[in-house]
T-cell receptor, first 111, second 116 residues
Framework: GEDVEQSLFLSVREGDSSVINCTYT??????LYWYKQEPGAGLQLLTY?????DMKQDQRLTVLLNKKDKHLSLRIADTQTGDSAIYFC???????????FGAGTRLAVHP | DAGVTQSPTHLIKTRGQQVTLRCSPK?????VSWYQQALGQGPQFIFQ???????QRGNFPDRFSGHQFPNYSSELNVNALLLGDSALYLC???????????????FGPGTRLTVL
């Protein structure tokens, strides 16, 4: 079935890089996404990667996709306190834009 | 552009009651999806509405129903509320057909439902 798994918590020092990992089971997912959720807010799309790509870079964000291992990662360079939030990995499942989310990784950035 | 709006922000109900949540999509969007996010979990897909019809449904019981209006706004109804229905309910809007081949789902801030 469809499943997305993430590590639950990551703590980094301000200025360091953060790497959030995700594994997914649905190999038919055409797009894979990273969403950010801040307290009391909805989900904000950070970046996405098409399934035929290995890497995508967008300013401080780098997404790596290993299709063989069904592993997705999000690297945030020069992590700031404003990056503290919950990060969700999601895959596009089947048709009609249905998203399957992981449980989320809580990123804590400390000085 | 107000983006996706949801009402109410918070809601407290008791077991057995019924609740209606509302969503207005982002301007220009014609598709509305509903997700349930339990505490400490990722959002789970409930269903999606397009052209006033439910066109895809997740693994939720019939107690969960919805509606889409001609102006593309949508309602989520939950009957016979259970304690386990306590969650953040997120609405997301998108375009059914996009020149990009896919379309970003824009999420609203959610409605926090507490069932006592």
């Amino acid at each position: 079935g469809e499943d997305v798994e993430q590590s639950l918590f990551l703590s980094v020092r301000e200025g360091d890089s953060s790497v959030i990992n995700c594994t997914y089971t649905d190999s038919s997912s055409t797009y894979l996404y990273w969403y950010k959720q801040e307290p009391g807010a909805g989900l904000q799309l950070l970046t996405y990667i098409f399934s035929n790509m290995d890497m995508k870079q967008d300013q401080r964000l780098t997404v790596l996709l290993n299709k063989k291992d069904k592993h997705l990662s999000l690297r945030i360079a020069d992590t700031q306190t404003g990056d503290s939030a919950i990060y969700f990995c999601a895959g596009l499942s089947g048709g009609y834009n249905k998203l399957i989310f992981g449980a989320g990784t809580r990123l804590a950035v400390h000085p | 552009d107000a983006g996706v709006t949801q009402s109410p922000t918070h809601l407290i109900k008791t077991r057995g009651q019924q609740v209606t949540l509302r969503c207005s999509p982002k301007s220009g969007h014609d598709t509305v999806s509903w997700y349930q996010q339990a505490l400490g979990q990722g959002p789970q897909f409930i269903f999606q509405y397009y052209e006033e019809e439910e066109r895809q449904r997740g693994n939720f019981p019939d107690r969960f129903s919805g509606h889409q209006f001609p102006n593309y706004s949508s309602e989520l109804n939950v009957n016979a509320l259970l304690l386990g229905d306590s969650a953040l309910y997120l609405c997301a809007s998108s375009l059914a057909f996009s020149a990009m081949g896919w379309d970003e789902q824009f999420f609203g801030p959610g409605t926090r439902l507490t069932v006592l």
